[in-house]
């Protein structure tokens, strides 16, 4: 079983459907229902490099939110 990290706002999402054409891991599909959040068909794939996110035209509101796994994340250490 996968673990989403890409997690989409329905209030915010218009369905335009953007992030599935830039997607270059091709980790989501259209939803056939018009106006709605794409599907995160393949979580597994996704590189999170936030393409998605710069893509799209309501991404400043929020439609779409990438969760990192946490060893991915970047650390510094204090000297």
């Known amino acids: 079983m996968a673990f989403r990290h890409v997690y989409f706002n329905e209030a915010v999402c218009d369905g335009c459907g953007?992030?599935?054409d830039v997607c270059m891991c091709d980790a989501f599909e259209r939803n056939p229902?018009?106006?709605k959040p794409p599907?995160?068909?393949?979580p597994d794939e996704c590189?999170?490099?936030g393409c998605c996110v710069?893509?799209?035209p309501r991404g400043e509101e929020g439609a779409i939110r990438i969760v990192t796994p946490f060893?991915?994340?970047g650390a510094?250490?204090?000297s």
């Open 18 to 20: 953007r992030c599935v």
């Open 33 to 35: 229902e018009k106006g």
């Open 39 to 42: 599907i995160l068909k393949y």
């Open 47 to 49: 590189w999170f490099c």
């Open 54 to 56: 710069t893509h799209c």
């Open 71 to 73: 060893p991915m994340r």
């Open 76 to 78: 510094f250490k204090r």
